[in-house]
């Protein structure tokens, strides 16, 4: 399964962004899918992340109340919701699949390319 990380860009503090991964191939219903975040020089951060199956998410507090994580069953596409953006959101952001209900990156086995996402203030 390959995943693609669509939808980053450019937008000032306040305003919101979807991020979209489409993920070719079959995803099983054990699978859990994430959003993690990268700054150059700075280790992988975890995002988000959600059951494949369910309604089951997690989020890093730093972005909880702001971004929402969900998934399209019939699209093979996860999407993460950021609304509220503020510029310490700037990072590349990579959506991610495992098979572990897990916060650390080492956990998921399969990664898309990576979406940048620049906030100004």
């Known amino acids: 399964v390959q995943l693609q990380a669509s939808g980053g860009g450019l937008v000032q503090a306040g305003g919101s962004l979807r991020l979209s991964c489409a993920a070719s191939?079959?995803?099983?219903?054990?699978?859990?899918m994430a959003w993690f975040r990268q700054v150059p020089g700075k280790e992988r951060e975890f995002v988000a992340l959600?059951?494949?199956?369910?309604?089951?998410?997690l989020y890093a507090g730093s972005v909880k109340g702001r971004f929402t994580i969900s998934r399209d069953s019939a699209r093979n596409t996860v999407y993460l919701q950021m609304d509220s953006l503020k510029p310490e959101d700037t990072a590349i952001y990579y959506c991610?699949?495992?098979?572990?209900?897990?916060?650390?990156?080492?956990?998921?086995?399969?990664w898309g390319q990576g979406t940048q996402v620049t906030v100004s203030s």
């Open positions: 959600t059951r494949w199956s369910r309604d089951s998410t």
């Open positions: 991610a699949r495992g098979s572990q209900w897990a916060t650390q990156s080492a956990e998921y086995f399969s």
């Open positions: 191939g079959r995803i099983y219903s054990s699978a859990v």
